[in-house]
């Protein structure tokens, strides 16, 4: 139900999420020592996941979510995971043989891209191909949304999986 205007300016409220999670990861983590890498990663994965099953759901129900808060809430929680995982590609681009962090950073940095990108990408086609199938955006979306929250959940398993020497201790 919004105006073109109004839906573009959801993109603005998200970053404007982003940015206050990643403060709060900042803060938190370097200012107060609060909390390892490990445990931010898995945060914001998890809290990704539960605003994008949210967001889902706000478009087949009449549940009272308000999507404007919720978009803001996704943004907060994609910030705080991306500074989690930045702080744990710096901690992996420093293991092994020595003299070669710089080129881990830009492998991490093109991948990270490539990721983006495909994401963005595979998230149009999949809305096209659902509203192709059921001919209606709400639930286009929202199945869309909904495997999105998926991907964060697995992504919050691999996370709890994987030891890094610097991000375990909390």
């Known amino acids: 139900g919004f105006t073109p205007g109004e839906s573009t300016s959801l993109s603005g409220m998200q970053n404007g999420g982003v940015f206050l999670g990643m403060l709060t990861v900042g803060i938190a983590a370097t200012g107060f020592k609060i909390g390892a890498l490990r445990t931010w990663v898995m945060v914001g994965c998890l809290g990704s996941a539960t605003m994008l099953v949210m967001i889902a759901t706000t478009g087949l129900t009449d549940l009272g979510f308000q999507l404007v ?3 803001i809430g996704l943004g907060y929680f ?3 995971f991306a500074v989690a995982a930045i702080g744990a ?3 992996l681009a420093s293991e092994g043989r020595g003299q070669r962090e710089g080129t881990r950073m830009g492998l991490w940095g093109a991948a990270q891209a490539i990721a983006f990108a495909l994401g963005g990408f595979m998230g149009t086609v999949a809305v096209d191909v659902t509203r192709f199938w059921f001919n209606d955006p709400a639930i286009s979306y929202g199945l869309v949304f909904a495997c999105e929250g ?6 919050a398993s691999l996370a709890r999986h994987i030891h890094i020497a610097n991000w ?3």
């Open 150 to 155: 998926v991907l964060f959940l697995v992504a």
């Open 168 to 170: 375990v201790a909390d």
């Open 69 to 71: 808060p919720l978009v």
């Open 89 to 91: 590609m710096m901690a």
């Open 78 to 80: 994609n910030g705080v």
